[in-house]
């Protein structure tokens, strides 16, 4: 008889892995969090976060001075002491788009070297997004090489994929709709599923499977939600070619089905940030690999990449060229509550801001600023919101931060100049407020001055 799992080690310490590390720690797991970046976790030591995430810092901060979670860059003896060990290094795309695994089998390479030593059995669970097969051929393979022990006899392996969010990653990790196992045998899948039922409550949804099956779950759910994003651009650039269409309008007509969920509908400037991006270009490589050519993943991502360059285009029309008007952007993170820019919307639009010849372009963002200088350095001015305005002939709303949404069309009209174009990127503004003084604009809206 195994004994239940009371010590957990995790490996990177990124947005999943801290986050995680965090919440089981508060509910008296003793966790140790491990992670090669000694800056990093020097860091985090001082509880302070590598990134800005709602909530988390002070969960962090308790769970340190109550020592349930300890922090180290050594892979022994953390994993020697503990039950369970959970991957959760990133897998980002390598330039074809295909998933790179190089942390993955690193992770592994190590843990399979402290397992080389240790007494009794232990868990090994693939948290990491890992394309199906992963965790059985790459991960496991490397763990019973490197260890010269047996999967299912001496250690365990689960695959058991994230959902959470950024930008409410904490109450994603305590609130799941789901808890997705992937079991290499049962003895695996029960003592997770075990260990799960000690920091849930009983109305949590645990589901089992087999190691491709978990694996494919996440990939499968990121598409879908790419998927809804997608077809609601796709219907919005439809609607806006109708005279007093609006897609806002069509969509609430269409989600009283019970059949279509609402959430997640959201007709916008296309979806960003290091993962739905990432995991369709993956699932769409690995389908092609499989001999599959997946049309309508590929067109997800061909209506995602096109959406900048439609706002550009209403602007650039609007404007009657780009060439010496101001442009202020409102919002560069890929979403609001995050500081996080990678594959953000705003990156494309700047970029083909300034192919189509602009040059006076004036960007803010509540939290993404330091981030934005790397990326634009000095291509773009940054500023407040009021310095942004002040002067502009258009306005994108790219990021529908809260901070933005009080913005009054009299603050609009008396800080820009003619034709004040205001185009609302996230259908944040209320269209019927705004008078002829300025030009609204807004995602799957019909040009209304047209009626
Ligand atoms: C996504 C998934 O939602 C999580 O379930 C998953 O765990 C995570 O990826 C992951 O794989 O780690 P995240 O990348 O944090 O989470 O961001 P989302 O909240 O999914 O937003 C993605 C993009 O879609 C953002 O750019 C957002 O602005 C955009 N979006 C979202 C829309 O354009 N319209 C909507 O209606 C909703």
Redesign the pocket.
């Known amino acids: 008889m195994t004994k239940a799992i009371k010590q957990v080690s995790l490996v990177g310490l990124g947005?999943?892995g801290l986050t995680t590390a965090a919440f089981f720690a508060s509910r008296g797991i003793s966790v140790t969090g491990i992670d090669i970046d000694a800056e990093k976790i020097q860091k985090i030591r001082k509880a302070s976060l590598p990134f800005y995430e709602e909530n988390l810092e002070p969960l962090l901060k308790k769970t340190i001075q109550t020592g349930f979670l300890r922090l180290t860059t050594a892979y022994d003896p953390a994993i020697a002491e503990t039950d369970m060990t959970m991957i959760a290094v990133g897998t980002p795309s390598d330039a074809q788009g295909q998933i790179d695994l190089k942390y993955i089998k690193t992770a592994a390479h190590s843990i399979g070297q402290v397992l080389k030593q240790k007494e009794g059995w232990h868990l090994v669970i693939v948290k990491s997004?890992v394309i199906p097969g992963t965790t059985r051929k790459v991960v496991g393979k490397i763990i019973s090489e490197e260890s010269g022990k047996v999967i299912g006899r001496d250690f365990g392996l689960c695959s058991n994929p994230?959902?959470?969010?950024?930008?409410s990653a904490l109450k994603?990790t305590m609130n799941p709709d789901r808890v997705v196992i992937g079991e290499y045998d049962d003895k695996s899948g029960r003592m997770l599923k075990a260990f799960y039922e000690t920091i849930y409550s009983e109305q949590t949804k645990i589901l089992r499977h087999d190691l491709e099956t978990a694996e494919m779950v996440?990939y499968v759910?990121?598409s879908f939600?790419?998927l809804?994003?997608s077809f609601?651009n796709e219907i919005a650039n439809i609607c806006e070619q109708i005279p007093g269409m609006d897609v806002c309008e069509v969509m609430k007509g269409v989600t009283s089905d019970f059949r279509i969920n609402p959430?997640?509908?959201?007709?916008?400037?296309?979806?960003?940030?290091?993962?739905?991006p990432k995991?369709v270009s993956a699932l769409l490589k690995f389908a092609k690999e499989q001999g599959y050519s997946a049309p309508l993943l590929h067109g997800i991502l061909q209506v995602n990449n096109h959406q900048p360059q439609h706002v550009v285009k209403i602007v650039e029309t609007v404007l009657g060229g780009l060439q010496d008007k101001k442009i202020a952007i409102l919002g560069l993170a890929?979403?609001k509550n995050?500081d996080d820019m990678r594959e953000?919307?705003s990156i494309q639009l700047v970029k083909q801001l300034h192919e189509k010849g602009a040059s006076q372009i004036f960007v803010t963002d509540p939290k993404a600023e330091k981030e934005a200088k790397r990326i634009f350095h000095n291509t773009v001015n940054y500023g407040s919101v009021e310095e942004c305005l002040s002067e502009a002939a258009a306005c994108i709303l790219v990021?529908d931060w809260p901070e933005y949404t009080n913005i009054s069309p009299k603050t609009l009209q008396s800080l820009m100049v003619e034709p004040r174009l205001l185009l609302d990127g996230r259908r944040i503004f209320d269209p019927s407020s705004y008078d002829r003084s300025v030009t609204y604009r807004g995602i799957g809206l019909s040009d209304t001055s047209k009626l």
């Open positions: 947005f999943v997004t994230e959902f959470l969010r950024e930008g994603d996440k759910a990121n939600l790419a809804k994003i609601a959430n997640f509908f959201g007709a916008g400037l296309g979806f960003g940030g290091s993962c739905l995991d890929f979403k995050t953000a919307p990021t």
